[in-house]
């Protein structure tokens, strides 16, 4: 427990991290090219990283450098999309994943020979019409060829027993998803009021149905580690094209454009390097740590192979 | 002067009996109007796409009309505009409205016809003679018709006495307004109500119930290997674009059985609601008293009483030759079954001598204008009209769980204006808006109230202001829920889980809309939320979301209600809160993780 932050200095890092994260990310000595180790060093898995292009060349960048959708995605393959729809904001006010990354993700899906692209959420916010207008993703990504849902019924969703859970044992995960072949997690990166930060493990709360029993549970970051051990995306793709930096992660807050896509399998390791677009450590963000501790994934950023495209 | 209405085919064609065309056109206007009824409810959504308002049935309601502007003592010109053409063509053809387009009486016809309903105690062919003779005293049936007439002027005098006050805010002065009893009686905003409290619940079950079932079976391991999973079916699986929750009020089993009454009514009598009870009727009945237009019946009739049977409102009395002009609702079915052709609609002074007219019982109408008075009452049902301060009539100390949408007017004029037609919990996205039961008193019954454990009122959202026939809402903007106060949440540090329990949860404040929640950090690092109650306007979003079961730790109450101040006042107060955050409040202290960042 040493080596834990109090609170109170968690946040006053946190702050300053944040601060200096912006403009004079080279002068902070949190810059996330520092953090890293060499290529060659790294052992760990590969996540790609690109930057400085629009939205939809992000994607197609990152997601090439893993190794090109057509590894995830086999002809006739059914693939659900999980974005960040789940609040009443616009795509501008960066609480909602980025629709343009999500239409390009369900457009490399297709041309891969994918049968079906579902793009699905729970939402917190209501109601899901006008979610699904104002996020743009449903428009976005019914003209590139997905079906767009808002799972809000209990019907939907199929219980399943988290075997190695510490904090939770069960939880009704999305019927479609458990049936899907293929699952791409698309998270938005933002600043949480409650988890620090919310990226790819935090996304994942949006396919189970009851979310009060994650945080009714002992630990919140726990849960979602159990939840995250159980549901593995194939692919995590980070969306910083544009991030929330105050007052997440509803927002509206102060946003900054990163131009950034990160994609993994390691969903873990997306996190850590999420966490470094923040100016902070994965250490920092509870349940990246948990993640990185309990084997799910690396949160060592050292040990990331990253491959900037 | 003299005209026929069906001088085309002509009384003395060889015929035996005419094709009724005025009955053919009736039964279209019937049906047409009652399926722009459906429309029109059905398109009370997001979003409003049509040019005319969704609520057209209702506005153009006179006596919703004549109750909104007289019992709060105020004129709505938009009210009259839309009332004004019922009221004409009521002048001028008496209860047109009621055979041609009122969607209740249709609805009745249809019931009718469906549960073969004819009325057992219909009239029966009488010897012209006992007809003739009993034609002079009233019959226990034309008594009857008497009854909506009472309720009318009951419910006249309710909307007349002074029954409560109000703070007028345009004019700054405090005035009483009258109470208005119409919504218990007005049939569209009778029938617009089991539309929303029961309809469209029950549509929206079948819905999901047939695409659960049918989503199953197209979804299993037999249907999967066959190929058979083709995308129009699959559409059901998923829910895409379909209702996943179904709308529920808690007032629909009441709506339901007093809805169930008045259809049943009609195994007495056929139209028993339209005859016996519907003020509009009777006002609209009245209204056509100086119609220029009346049934004539010709020399030709036998006396064999078929119109009088046909009758659909036991206008015609037992001698065919006369009739209740404020009864008769221009179906012309008696037009249609004359075997003989002898009747017509005509206008003119002759044919006017023979309306009957109607005959009041002056001790009936007094004792309905002392039911009237007597409905004083009512409103005296909660605290807050109790208590004799300007202030406690907007002040709603009868409940504190009392929030009614943005934009309503103050608490006792709001209980006035609204008919209780449904008509805002329709439209409302999130179903928040819901029937009060208790919150208001009652006279508050059925009035909608934010229940936040349902749904939060949506912060993008202005459906209600829209569609409210009486503007007991009046419309806002977007921009003006920001500081249309509709209430105050505050967290029960009992039991949230942060506060009781010291784990990290704070769900409240990552869905608040307003950015009213901030953050108290304990001594053992754990966040614990904070209302801001100056820019906390009571959408209810947190209460929906808290995860504490089965109240909610954070729970919207009426004590921010802010109905009292213009909106003038109500957005200095917002704007005065935002110059403070500004200068730096403790609500952004250096506790905010991110307050340093900017």
């Known amino acids: ?132 207008r104002m996020t743009g993703i449903a428009d976005a990504a019914k003209k590139a060829g997905a079906r767009v849902a808002m799972a809000s019924s209990p019907a939907l969703y199929e219980k399943v027993s988290l075997r190695r859970g510490k904090a939770l044992t069960s939880a009704e995960v999305m019927r479609d998803l458990l049936r899907a072949d293929v699952f791409i997690n698309v998270p938005i990166a933002k600043v949480h009021n409650s988890t620090v930060l919310t990226l790819g493990i935090k996304n994942l709360l949006g396919i189970i149905w009851d979310r009060g029993a994650f945080h009714r549970s002992t630990s919140l970051d726990q849960a979602m580690v159990d939840l995250a051990t159980q549901i593995r995306p194939h692919l995590t793709i980070l969306d910083a094209v544009r991030i929330l930096l105050t007052n997440g992660p509803k927002g509206p807050g102060r946003t900054d454009d990163r131009k950034i896509v990160v994609a993994g399998t390691d969903m873990v390791a997306v996190d850590a390097y999420g966490a470094s677009i923040f100016g902070m450590k994965a250490s920092q963000i509870g349940h990246v740590r948990l993640a990185g501790a309990s084997g799910l994934g690396e949160s060592d950023l050292r040990r990331i192979q990253i491959r900037h495209v | ?300 009739c036998n006396h064999c009483l078929r119109c009088v049977n046909e009758c659909k409102v036991g206008a015609i009395t037992d001698d065919p030759k006369q009739y209740r002009g404020p009864e008769c609702i221009q179906c012309y079915s008696c037009l249609a079954v004359c075997p003989q052709q002898a009747i017509s609609l005509t206008a003119g002074h002759e044919a006017a001598a023979r309306d009957d007219g109607l005959q009041l019982d002056r001790r009936r109408v007094l004792a309905a204008m002392g039911a009237g008075l007597a409905a004083v009452a009512i409103p005296k049902s909660s605290l807050s009209a109790m208590r004799s301060s300007a202030t406690a009539s907007v002040l709603k100390l009868s409940s504190f769980r009392l929030i009614r949408p943005p934009g309503s007017l103050t608490e006792s004029a709001f209980v006035t204006a609204c008919v209780r037609c449904g008509e805002c919990m329709k439209a409302c996205m999130t179903n928040t808006l819901q029937p009060a039961v208790g919150e208001g008193g009652l006279e508050a019954l059925g009035t909608p109230v934010v229940v936040p454990r349902v749904g939060a009122c949506a912060q993008s959202c202005t459906l209600c202001g829209q569609v409210c026939p009486t503007r007991a809402i009046e419309p806002f903007t977007v921009e003006e829920k920001n500081h249309l106060y509709i209430g105050t949440a505050s967290v029960d540090r009992s039991t949230c889980i942060a506060w009781a329990s010291g784990r990290e949860c704070v769900m409240c404040d990552e869905a608040c809309s307003y950015d009213a929640i901030s953050q108290d950090v304990s001594e053992s690092g754990v966040l614990r939320p904070i209302v801001d109650e100056r820019t906390c306007v009571g959408c209810g979003m947190c209460e929906w979301i808290c995860p504490v079961e089965p109240l909610g730790a954070v729970r919207v109450n009426s004590s921010g209600d802010r109905r009292h101040l213009r909106r003038e006042e109500q957005k200095l107060l917002r704007d005065q809160v935002e110059r403070e955050k500004q200068k730096g409040s403790p609500y952004q202290g250096s506790e905010s993780p991110y307050a340093s960042a900017g």
Not at chain 2, 2 to 16: I, K, M, V
Not at chain 2, 68 to 89: D, F, K, Q
Not at chain 2, 122 to 150: E, G, I, M, V, W
Not at chain 2, 274 to 296: E, M
């Open chain 1, 1 to 132: 427990m040493a080596d834990r932050f109090t609170r109170r200095e968690f946040l006053k890092r946190a702050a300053i991290g944040v601060a200096t994260a912006g403009l004079a990310t080279e002068l902070s000595g949190l810059d996330p090219e520092a953090l890293e180790g060499s290529a060659e060093a790294a052992s760990g898995p590969t996540i790609a990283v690109a930057s400085k292009k629009d939205p939809a060349g992000l994607v197609r960048a990152a997601v090439e450098a893993v190794g090109g959708m057509r590894s995830f995605v086999k002809k006739g393959d059914t693939v659900l999309v999980k974005p960040n729809m789940g609040w009443a904001r616009r795509p501008e006010q960066a609480a909602t994943t980025n629709p343009e990354v999500v239409a390009e993700i369900v457009r490399l899906c297709r041309q891969a020979g994918a049968r079906e692209v579902k793009v699905v959420d729970h939402a917190v916010d209501r109601p899901d019409s006008l979610l699904l």
């Open chain 2, 1 to 300: 002067m003299y005209r026929r209405l069906r001088s085309a085919r002509g009384f003395d064609s060889a015929q035996p009996r005419p094709t009724p065309s005025a009955v053919e056109g009736r039964r279209v206007s019937q049906l047409v109007f009652l399926a722009g009824f459906v429309l029109l409810f059905a398109l009370a959504a997001d979003p409003l796409i049509l040019p005319v308002p969704v609520d057209l049935y209702l506005r153009a309601d006179p006596l919703l009309a004549l109750s909104a502007m007289v019992s709060l003592r105020r004129i709505v010109p938009e009210l009259l505009w839309y009332a004004l053409p019922i009221t004409l063509v009521s002048l001028l053809l008496g209860r047109v409205f009621c055979g041609w387009i009122c969607p209740m009486g249709t609805t009745i016809d249809l019931c009718e016809r469906v549960f073969k309903m004819r009325g057992t105690v219909a009239a029966s062919p009488q010897p012209r003679q006992a007809a003739l003779a009993k034609s002079k005293t009233p019959t226990a049936a034309a008594k009857r018709h008497r009854l909506k007439f009472y309720l009318l002027i009951a419910l006249i005098v309710t909307m007349l006495i002074p029954s409560a006050h109000r703070s007028n805010q345009e004019l700054g002065l405090t005035q009483t307004v009258g109470l208005s009893a119409v919504y218990l009686l007005d049939p569209i905003a009778l029938l617009t109500r089991t539309f929303t409290w029961v309809a469209l619940p029950t549509a929206q079950w079948a819905a999901v119930l047939s695409q659960d079932t049918v989503g199953g079976w197209i979804d299993s391991d037999f249907v999967r290997r066959h190929g058979l999973l083709d995308r129009g079916l699959a559409l059901a699986q998923t829910g895409l674009d379909a209702v996943a929750r179904p709308a529920f009020f808690r007032l629909g089993l009441v709506a339901l059985l007093v809805f169930g009454g008045v259809i049943a009514l009609s195994r007495y009598e056929r139209r028993f609601w339209c005859r016996n009870l519907c003020p509009l009727g009777a006002l609209l009945g009245l209204l056509g008293k100086i119609s220029p237009f009346r049934l004539a019946v010709s020399e030709k």
